[in-house]
């Protein structure tokens, strides 16, 4: 849809930015290309937001909750008609937390 954003929850920025430092300390290269790679799937979401499944781990889920993994780290999203907000970006290691 046309006009709809993306927003970044304060949590998931960060934990997005900490999770590319992280790959950065081994290989700035590989921590490029994850954040571009994640960047590019999110910008996806925007036109077909419904293209993730919906998101397990969120509690009482109408739908607009959706998650996907990737790099293995998993980002969750919610949408609706004007925006995309990315929730939570967190290693697939870790366990695994419902909200």
């Given at each position: 849809m046309a006009g709809r954003v993306i927003q970044w929850s304060i949590?998931?920025?960060?934990q997005f930015e900490a999770a590319i430092g992280y790959i950065a300390e081994d290989s700035p290269?590989?921590?490029e290309k994850v954040r571009?790679?994640?960047l590019n799937n999110i910008e996806k979401v925007l036109l077909h937001p419904e293209l993730y499944p919906v998101d397990?781990?969120?509690l009482q889920n109408s739908g607009n909750f959706?998650?996907?993994e990737?790099?293995?780290?998993r980002i969750a999203y919610y949408f609706d008609a004007e925006s995309v907000r990315i929730l939570r970006v967190r290693h697939t290691s870790q366990e695994p937390k419902s909200y």
């Open positions: 949590t998931a920025f960060n290269q590989n921590a571009i790679d994640i397990k781990l969120k959706r998650a996907f990737l790099h293995r780290y």
